[in-house]
């Protein structure tokens, strides 16, 4: 270890003090310090979005020319 309490680059993405990486295997988020509050809210509008659109996608309305459409909603 070099220093500590700085920021660091990690695959390109700039983690300073206090904020909350989260990666996976869809790739690498930041989350910035002091919003850590809201994130259960915004997981919740998330899930339901992403609910809605997987419910689209299985359902014989689905329509592959309008995916790109429904997925900028």
Known sequence: MV?????VQVCGLVI?????????ENGLLQVPAGVEEKL???V?????????L???VSS???LLDRLRDRMLE
């Open 60 to 62: 014989e309305d689905f």
């Open 44 to 52: 919740d509008a998330v899930r339901s979005r992403e609910r809605r």
């Open 40 to 42: 259960p809210q915004v």
């Open 3 to 7: 220093r500590a309490g700085v920021a």
């Open 16 to 24: 300073r003090p206090g904020d909350l990486p989260h990666g996976g």
């Open 54 to 56: 997987m419910g689209w």
